[in-house]
């Protein structure tokens, strides 16, 4: 499974550096020659979304997410383990829905034939990807749910 994570964490990654690139070439193009690049507003935006959604799913994972651990932290192991338990089950429901909505949406996205505003290019793949990121987020929440019932759960919080 570290593999996979792994994976998806290079997806995000290669994403947030592509976004940067496309911005400092945009602003050194148009500062010092004024001379736009075509899409770099579309492409990333869908780029970030991309970075996040996929980042989504190594956060879900890792339980790497921000979160308020007072009460956590003041609880025996039995509280930790069903607060954990009830945060995942909690977490695992949202992003289901989340992909269940957005998978029942790409074949609207698709037939609506939406292009970038300057090279004119379908974001139906940039959608695809988008959709991918919040399934395996989904996917990896259901992982982590059963796991903690099975009691074999790593933990990655910072101590």
Same mark, same amino acid.
């Given at each position: 499974?570290?593999?996979?994570?792994?994976?998806?964490?290079?997806?995000?990654?290669?994403?947030?550096?592509?976004?940067?690139?496309?911005? /400092?070439?945009?602003?050194?193009? =148009?500062? $010092?020659?004024?001379?736009? $690049?075509?899409?770099?507003?579309? /492409?990333?935006? +869908? @780029? %970030?979304?991309? #970075?996040? /959604?996929?980042?989504?799913? !190594?956060?879900? +994972?890792?339980?790497?997410?921000? #979160?308020?651990?007072?009460?956590?932290?003041?609880? &025996?192991?039995?509280? =930790?383990?069903?607060?954990? $338990?009830?945060?995942?089950? !909690?977490?695992?429901?949202?992003?289901? @829905?989340?992909? +269940?909505?957005?998978?029942?949406?790409?074949?609207?996205? %698709? =037939? #609506?034939? %939406?292009?970038?505003?300057?090279?004119?290019?379908?974001?139906?793949? /940039?959608?695809?990807?988008?959709?991918?990121?919040?399934?395996?987020?989904?996917?990896?929440?259901?992982?982590?749910?059963?796991?903690?019932? =099975? &009691?074999? #759960?790593?933990?990655?919080?910072?101590?």
């Amino acid at each position: 499974m570290e593999r996979v994570v792994l994976w998806v964490e290079r997806v995000a990654g290669a994403s947030v550096a592509a976004v940067a690139l496309l911005v /400092f070439v945009s602003v050194t193009l =148009r500062d $010092l020659f004024s001379v736009d $690049l075509p899409d770099s507003f579309d /492409f990333s935006r +869908y @780029l %970030q979304g991309i #970075a996040i /959604f996929w980042g989504l799913a !190594v956060a879900t +994972y890792r339980n790497a997410h921000i #979160a308020v651990d007072v009460v956590w932290e003041l609880s &025996g192991s039995a509280w =930790r383990r069903a607060i954990d $338990l009830f945060a995942s089950i !909690v977490n695992l429901l949202f992003m289901g @829905l989340f992909a +269940y909505m957005l998978v029942e949406r790409f074949p609207v996205v %698709q =037939r #609506a034939h %939406q292009l970038t505003s300057d090279l004119k290019l379908p974001i139906w793949p /940039f959608y695809v990807v988008l959709t991918a990121g919040i399934v395996a987020t989904a996917a990896v929440g259901l992982i982590r749910v059963v796991e903690l019932l =099975r &009691g074999t #759960a790593a933990d990655h919080r910072a101590s």
